[in-house]
């Protein structure tokens, strides 16, 4: 999820008052190097190493069981189109639940949006914000069906006799469409609808229900946060459920789901339109509500004249268990086209010139860094005494212009924040586990000093505004130089979280360079949105050289 004004303004405000961030201009030429102004650092050089980086597409990617969903069309200007839908399992919150003689008065599906209270007036009615978990146009709207799905969702891989965690991808769309049963949706009349176009509201919902027996008295029962409220088919529910006590169905989770297989939520574009939604679906619910005779001590309870008197309960299903998420990506623009064509060419011998970054069935950058730099840093010594690394940064720099693609109409939103990657070991880079840091009220800038966040500052002259991406690889350089660990490739990737580490798999593993990929962090698949940096092949002499991605390092040398 990502909100670009009010959450960074705030989080930014609040950092501030945490550390203040120094920066150094001046070139250095010791090795390349020099030694920095000033009295307090008359022992601290910096030093840029050579780097190589390039990126390549990931292809399909695992996409079951994540934290964060989406559902929708997301139109990016540069990246192009993704449409996300979604299959769910759901399961009783009360198992093996009896009835006696019950009229089922309707069914109702609610899952709530990532929103904050803004204000709630005198009446009790609040207003909400969800702007964390909305891509695209918030007034544009998308086709939604919500469907029976029959396709069994297995929590692990029959064909390894259920020793592997199950995985499936984001193009195993046509798996549910094979299977997929009949719609739930129903208009205020509870006629059946094929499916609705849906808009994104940040509404309160208020659920209404009379209070009579002839409906005459209809009021608000009910106020419930921003979210997906639709009415569900009676009948269905009546027979899938309600008409099930007897037959054992019901009886756990593990009977249920296999045999209610779950809810299918199919997003489809409309004209040219474009938002998309990550709902809280783990949190999601139906919800029905009934009638139940009253009785007492076995007898059914009788109201003053005489007719049965009825008990209104409730019986929810939770949109829990085993999930997918479908991304199927569209590049139908020129930008979009040029996307697929660069990450499709890429240079892993002399680097790039440009870095497209992409969450979802996205793309990543991959870095070298030059084993000449660490063995000149390791050459550095004073009987026996090795370097000291103070701080090493690896800087990127976005490419405002590219991201700026005028004949779409529009500007490409950046992420919040990247991810550095260990390739070989499936795992983030040390300095993610040796940052402690966290800022209370905004967990995704949790380790802040590791990096990664999206930063604007301000240079000179013809680039005033400059935007970048800072990861501090500390730890990671000096185990290089003075504890001999590998030299391990690493990898750019889109992060929804930095609180995510769990890994996604690749369908087909590929080689970046000499090294197999597998697997990435299953948080870069949660999020759409991509960005382009500027790589490493960029000469000397070239307008954008100084913006070329960078290894800072400061050492200090031995006594």
């Not at 069906?145 to 029959?150: H, T």
């Not at 509201?201 to 209404?208: G, L, M, Y």
């Not at 050459?379 to 005494?385: R, V």
């Amino acid at each position: 999820m990502n909100n670009r004004s009010p959450l960074i303004k705030s989080f930014l405000f609040a950092l501030s008052l945490v550390f203040i961030v120094s920066a150094c201009d001046t070139d250095y030429n010791e090795l390349g190097s020099d030694v920095v102004d000033g009295d307090i650092h008359n022992s601290l050089i910096k030093y840029t190493a050579a780097i190589s980086a390039y990126d390549g597409p990931l292809g399909n990617v695992q996409s079951n069981n994540l934290t964060v969903n989406t559902l929708g069309v997301y139109k990016n200007p540069v990246f192009g189109k993704t449409i996300a839908s979604y299959v769910t399992q759901v399961q009783l919150a009360t198992t093996a639940p009896t009835f006696d003689t019950p009229v089922l008065d309707s069914v109702y599906l609610y899952v709530p949006y990532y929103s904050t209270i803004a204000s709630t007036d005198a009446d009790g009615e609040s207003t909400y914000t969800i702007t964390d978990s909305v891509y695209g146009s918030r007034t544009d709207q998308f086709r939604l069906s919500v469907l029976k799905n029959n396709y069994y969702l297995r929590g692990t891989d029959a064909a390894a006799n259920g020793n592997i965690t199950q995985r499936y991808y984001n193009n195993d769309k046509p798996l549910i469409d094979a299977q997929a049963g009949e719609s739930l949706l129903v208009d205020a009349t509870g006629a059946t609808l094929p499916n609705i176009d849906f808009t994104v509201s940040a509404d309160e919902i208020d659920r209404k229900a009379s209070t009579t027996a002839n409906d005459q008295n209809i009021k608000t029962v009910e106020r419930l946060a921003p979210g997906m409220f639709l009415p569900l088919n009676k009948s269905i529910f009546q027979e899938a459920i309600i008409n099930q006590e007897d037959t054992g169905k019901l009886a756990s989770n593990n009977v249920f789901t296999e045999y209610f297989r779950g809810i299918y939520f199919k997003a489809e574009q409309i004209g040219g339109q474009g938002v998309m939604v990550a709902p809280r679906f783990a949190e999601g619910t139906i919800t029905l509500r009934y009638r139940d005779v009253t009785r007492s001590n076995g007898a059914i309870v009788l109201n003053d004249d005489g007719t049965t008197k009825y008990t209104s309960k409730t019986l929810v299903l939770n949109l829990t268990g085993n999930t997918i998420n479908f991304f199927e990506n569209t590049y139908d623009t020129d930008s979009a086209i040029l996307y697929t064509q660069l990450i499709n060419n890429s240079s892993p011998i002399t680097g790039d010139a440009k870095l497209y970054v992409k969450g979802g069935e996205g793309s990543a950058a991959y870095i070298d860094i030059n084993q000449n730099s660490i063995d000149a840093l390791k050459a550095i010594n004073n009987g026996g005494n090795r370097v000291l690394i103070n701080e090493a940064n690896l800087i990127f720099t976005v490419d405002e212009t590219a991201m700026d693609y005028a004949p779409e109409g529009q500007k490409a939103k950046e992420p919040i924040r990247l991810f550095l990657y260990d390739v070989k070991n499936k795992r983030p880079v040390y300095d993610f586990y040796t940052d402690v840091t966290t800022l209370s009220g905004f967990p995704k800038f949790n380790k802040y000093i590791f990096g990664g966040l999206y930063d604007t500052y301000s240079g000179t002259g013809a680039t005033k505004r400059i935007k970048t991406y800072k990861m501090r690889i500390t730890d990671h350089i000096n185990n290089l130089v003075n504890k001999d660990s590998t030299n391990v490739k690493l990898a750019l990737y889109v992060t929804e979280s930095i609180e995510l580490t769990n890994n996604a798999y690749v369908r087909t593993p590929f080689y970046a360079g000499t090294q197999q990929v597998q697997a990435l962090p299953a948080a870069s698949v949660m999020h759409p949105f991509g960005t382009i940096l500027y790589g490493s092949n960029i000469p000397v002499g070239d307008a954008d050289y100084d913006k070329r991605l960078k290894l800072e390092i400061f050492y200090t040398k031995p006594e």
